[in-house]
């Protein structure tokens, strides 16, 4: 079956996307940018270019250049070149067939059939030319859809039941804002509204302007006459408005801009955030009025509608996401990169109407983590969460003590650190472990989730072949509320159970140190000063009897307890080297130390 | 007659049965290779992407770069020819370093060698007009970089038009 794909056929840049597995993914064009410009030239030798490449040359030739031919679809506009007459579908066609094209050297396979978007306003006449438009590239156009639908597939919204939602997009160029009920799959269109002529271009713009102004100011000369200077100045304004995003302050650093008589002048700023929110909160406020027209034309007010989306690259700044908070009192939904978010659900689209989604094997995930129970109460994962189903993960573990001949498996699902928070779903022992010195006994502990999500743990001396399982019905079995509370908490209370984490950590690193200076007790009586091997034991009393709350008291006990360790080894191997002096590496009864973060943890003691 | 009714059922229901089992199967086996195909191509690619991937990191890094390259060149050209003091010749090699690391990445320099104006290696910002030329020339205004034969940056150019008589 040849491959469907989903077009994002924007003012300023197009996006083309295809479903894969079941998800949807952009396809980069051929010179490897996931955006591709809405521009197409006419150049003096007869060829046709589009995008990037259009616009590299857009000056040498503005007559034959054609940008944002999208506001003109559905008119009687003509482009003419060399005495010929285009259509904007004409034109808009050139584009389409080069993302078709491109994507179909990207898939390695030929392209007949696609969804194309359309703003939620396009009346009949500019639908019908858009799919004109891609009939002329050589598209099969499954349907035309709106962006605000496209971008609510995409967040899966169709699947989530009737609600009301709002599209957010400022895009490049343009803003939207939608309106749609969501019902039964069946999308509808309540309020559109907007501003044609507002978008990122216009904040970068602003950045420019403050930075020729604040060089006038100080140098006395005006950059905006000095083409070469206004190019500098225009990549650094886009990359500081794209910095302020995620810095509160950034640097603009432009050397030898301009020179004088005098010599070079260079143009140093600094831009924070709250100073770029200043000159640019006209352009965010604009945004405003539309989304009010939208509810109130919908008879809503913002209490009613459920979710927000942000979709455009410049819902990235902060100030806007501010806006649309305040308005709402609730946070929008900008999870999807949201350059890319209307292309996605095209694709989607393009998929369900070829059948794609239906034929494909849906596969579930586990929503939160499984693992088991380990020495000091640590919540050891086995399977992370959203991990893909069926799936079968094993590790090694080991015994705790000496001569323990049998383990506690116990079975717990969460996300959180220690055990005794994540929720247990049952627990067995495997028994008859030969007696050995703990940390040599290997329990191969198997998690085995089937395509139903029954959970299926076994673990096995391999010594032995001793085995015991469990299986746990509906182990996953939580409701979402459910599942969503439990990543939530672990969210909330990350900091904390880092903290007990640790503490545990260190505590069981003092246990396997206490173990260790115990057998050196033993094994040196003889071999070294009897004093040291009394104080060692000494220091082992103080260690076990002493208060142990709290992770820097436990590890003060162990660098206590290893300074008395280092004296009896020290003294130990220095002997020991002295009588095999041909070994320059010597084996004496050197310890590992367990608690030396060796993967094996251990089990409790039964 | 119990026992009759029963073996008819029994002959009855296996044909339906086994329709309806080999229909399944065939969906069953028509989903796993539809799955596993889109497995494979998906692998492929991924191997593929993967080598891709290494070059956009790497021409993500240089990219970055590259403004500081044309920094240092503009501040050695800034330094007058005729200064006694060795900074320039210092200069100099701090940009000679960089430009050699850059050719050590396989960077080249995207060359204006016919003074023909290509789209895809030249980016024009500038346009001008001069009676005193020959014919149609450009300017680079800005370095370009191919890695690879790929243009990273497109060489900003200035193109000067010559006026035609009576024009």
Sequence with gaps: MPKVIGIDLGTTNSVVAFVEGGKPTVIPNAEGSRLTPSAVAFTQDGQILVGQLAKRQAILNPDRTILSIKRHMGTNYKVRIDNKEYTPQEISAMILRKLKEDAEAYLGEKIEKAVITVPAYFNDAQRQATKEAGIIAG?????????????????GLDKEGSQTILVYDLGGGTFDVSILEIGEGVFEVKATSGDTHLG????????????????????GIDLSQDRMALQRLKEAAEKAKIELSTLMSTEINLPFITATQHGPKHLSVTLTRAQFEAMTRDLTERTREPIYRALSDAKLDPSKIDKILL?????????????????????????????????????????????????????????????????????????ERNTTIPVSKSEIFTTAVDNQTSVEIHVLQGERPMAADNLSLGRFILDGIPPAPRGVPKIQVTFDIDANGIVHVSAKDLATNREQRITVKGGTGLSKEEIER???????????????????????????????????????????????????NKTIEEVRSADKSGIDKIKELINKLNDAIYKVSTELYAKAGAQQSSTSNPSGNQQQNPGGGTIDTDYKVQ | ??????????????????????????????????????????????????????????????????????????????????????????????????????????????????????????????????????????????????????????TMVKIIKKIKEGE
Aim: net charge negative.
């Design chain 1, 139 to 155: 598209l099969d156009v499954m349907r035309i859809i709106n962006e605000p639908t496209a971008s609510a597939l995409a967040y």
């Design chain 1, 311 to 383: 979709v455009g690259g410049s819902t990235r700044m902060p100030a806007v996401q501010r806006l649309v908070k305040e308005i709402f009192g609730k946070e929008p939904r900008k999870d999807i990169n949201p350059d890319e978010c209307v292309a996605l659900g095209a694709a989607i689209q393009a998929a369900v109407l070829a059948g794609e989604i239906r034929d494909i094997v849906l596969l579930d995930v586990t929503p939160l983590s499984l693992g088991i129970e380990t020495l000091g109460g640590i919540f050891t994962k086995i399977i």
């Design chain 1, 486 to 536: 439990m990543i939530r908490e672990a969210q909330a209370h990350a900091e904390e159970d880092k903290r007990r984490k640790e503490e545990a950590e260190a505590r069981n690193q003092l246990d396997g140190l206490i173990y260790t200076a115990e057998k050196l007790a033993k094994d040196a009586v003889g071999k070294v000063n009897q004093d040291l091997i009394d104080n060692l």
């Design chain 1, 200 to 219: 990122g271009d216009d904040y970068d713009q602003r950045i420019m302007d403050y930075l020729i102004e604040e060089f006038k100011k100080k140098e």
């Design chain 2, 1 to 154: 007659m119990e026992e009759e009714l029963l073996s008819e059922e029994k002959e009855n229901l296996p044909a339906e049965d086994i329709e309806l089992v080999r229909q399944q199967y065939k969906e069953l086996e028509d989903k796993f290779l539809r799955l596993a195909a889109d497995f494979d191509n998906y692998r492929k690619r991924m191997v593929r992407e993967i080598e891709e991937l290494k070059d956009v990191i790497r021409v993500e890094l240089i990219k970055g770069l590259l403004p500081i390259l044309d920094d240092i060149e503009r501040a050695f050209s800034s330094i007058p020819e005729n200064s006694d003091s060795n900074i320039k010749e210092g200069l100099g090699m701090v940009m000679k370093n960089f430009q050699n690391w850059l050719s050590d990445q396989g960077v080249k320099t995207i060359e204006i060698n016919n003074n023909l104006f290509d789209p895809r290696y030249h980016e024009a910002i500038i346009i001008e007009e001069s009676k005193d030329i020959e014919e149609d020339r450009i300017e680079e205004l800005r370095k370009g970089y191919l890695l690879n034969d790929r243009v990273i940056r497109p």
